[in-house]
């Protein structure tokens, strides 16, 4: 009888639930009523199941989104009962096994917290797009094709492929489907949380340019102009984002049709933030190809934010049309000491599509560099359509171009005995030519 006492009371400690205290402070003091509830993660164990990994293409991703589903389902449902029978509203996820519960007072977070099991309730992650360093409209066209473009050498190899049969997908502010550099590569895929509107738009500005970058028609500002687009607004019209809607737009990417191949994503926030990795990891395990920006909070080191600086995807620094790292682009070595970022690509002073039908405007950082990236991973999928990230990973880090380092592109750190890779320019500048091998 003591025995059984004593194990089942540490049983009960060994699986409580924990409150954050900033939340707890700010549902006492009636400032929120929102919580994310967070349960232990199940993607290691999805993602590494001997069946999932035989198949490949369509059968994979939706046995991966039925497991995700099936097993995230199971572990939520007795908070999702008590949630109920405390009249909390509730949204579930499963590319991360997180709950979304509103109606939150004192009495109810405590009766929530004492439901038996392993999980925490706590603040909702907040990011935004990286904010761009300058904005001003550009009357002025650059010639033939904008300098980034020309810089990573993508119209050398347009008359072998320029992003035929590829879908990229744009998390951002939105996208403007009234663009005349836009408005024709659209592949139907769009999804906003916000605010629910039915087609594509952007009133923000700052995703219509990353998308101009990776795929638009017009004035030489897209990489790849014949891949196509999808989006999910992500981001709101002052910027920013959460957790729930950039977990909304992970699931999006999952289950729409046609399914991109590449996600372009130019925001994020503070660094050493784990909030994104199971996302990451089903795109990854989906066959999706993840790119983020590293952020704009450079020179110092340590200064990459989040999703960018985690493991799993390709994060992109910016550079000038001189080959040197723009003096804010985030350093590496991340918070968890991964050199950072992977590669770097043209930033500064890009000009690309605006909100109008058929403006352009220039912006800097590394919101503009991620785009550059996700072009040149869509040439590559186009001429080698079997390529996968690392593949990608591969082409582009090994054959990157090397500028001359100065001492402050050194001051971050070296992880190997050479300059490069290195905590400012990653493995170098990509270079489309020499990643195709041309
Ligand atoms: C919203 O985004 C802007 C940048 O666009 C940023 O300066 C601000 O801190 C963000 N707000 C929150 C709550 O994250
Ligand atoms: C954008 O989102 C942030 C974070 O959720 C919020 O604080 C802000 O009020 C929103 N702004 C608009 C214009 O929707």
């Given amino acids: 009888m003591k025995f059984l006492l004593i194990l089942s009371t540490s049983l009960a400690l060994a699986f409580a639930g924990t409150v954050d205290p900033d939340l707890q402070t700010a549902v006492d003091k ?17 993602e590494s199941n001997p069946a999932l990994l035989s198949l490949s293409g369509d059968s994979k991703v939706t046995a991966l989104v039925a497991s995700l589903q099936g097993l995230t389902s199971a572990a939520q449902a007795p908070f999702v009962s008590i949630a109920s029978s405390l009249g909390l509203q ?57 300098w980034g473009v020309v810089k ?21 502010t939105g996208v403007n489907l009234g663009h005349v550099a836009l408005a024709d590569s659209y592949a139907g895929g769009w999804l906003d949380p916000h605010h629910s509107t039915p087609g594509p738009t952007d009133v923000q500005g700052h995703g219509s340019h990353c998308a101009g970058t990776v795929l638009g ?34 699931e999006f990417m999952l289950t729409t049709n046609p399914r991109p191949h590449i996600i372009s994503n130019s925001w994020g ?48 620094g910016n550079t000038n049309d001189q080959d040197g790292m723009n003096f804010l682009s ?18 500064t002073q890009i000009l690309s599509c605006g909100t109008g039908t058929s403006n352009y405007v220039t912006m800097s950082g590394t919101s503009m560099a991620c785009p550059h990236v996700a072009g040149a991973t869509a040439l590559l999928l186009s001429a080698n359509p079997t390529w996968g990230f690392d593949e990608v990973y591969a082409a582009l880090t090994t054959t990157a171009a090397r500028p001359t380092l100065t001492n402050a592109d050194r001051n971050c750190g070296l992880p190997g005995p050479d300059d490069f890779p290195n ?16």
Wanted: proline share 7%; charged share 15%; aromatic share 6%.
């Fill in 423 to 438: 905590n400012a320019f990653g493995h170098g500048r990509i270079d489309v030519v020499a990643a195709l091998g041309k």
């Fill in 152 to 172: 990573i050498r993508a119209p050398d190899v347009w008359s072998t492929t320029r992003g035929e049969g590829v879908v990229v997908a744009i998390i951002d």
């Fill in 30 to 46: 009636g400032q929120t009523t929102s919580a994310i509830l967070a349960l232990p993660q199940i993607m290691a164990q999805v």
């Fill in 90 to 146: 509730i949204q579930q996820f499963w590319s991360s096994n997180i709950i979304h519960v509103k109606g939150l007072t004192p009495e109810k977070l405590a009766q929530l917290a004492a439901t038996p099991g392993e999980f925490e309730i706590r603040k909702e992650h907040v990011v935004s797009i990286f904010p761009s360093i300058e904005v001003h409209p550009a009357e002025v066209n650059q010639g033939p094709n904008q």
């Fill in 217 to 250: 028609t017009q004035n030489g500002v897209g990489v790849a102009p014949a891949a196509k687009w999808i989006a999910c607004r992500g981001l709101n019209n002052t910027g920013n984002g959460t957790e729930v809607e950039l977990t909304a737009c992970a």
């Fill in 330 to 347: 985030s350093r590496g070595p991340s918070i968890a000491g991964l050199t950072k970022p992977e590669v770097s690509a043209p930033g």
């Fill in 269 to 316: 926030g503070r660094g050493g933030s784990t909030f994104f990795n199971t996302q990451v990891s089903a795109w990854r395990a989906a066959g999706m190809i993840p790119i983020f920006a590293l952020g704009n909070s450079g020179p110092l080191c340590r200064t990459a934010g989040s999703p960018g600086d985690q493991p799993n995807l390709i994060s992109v």
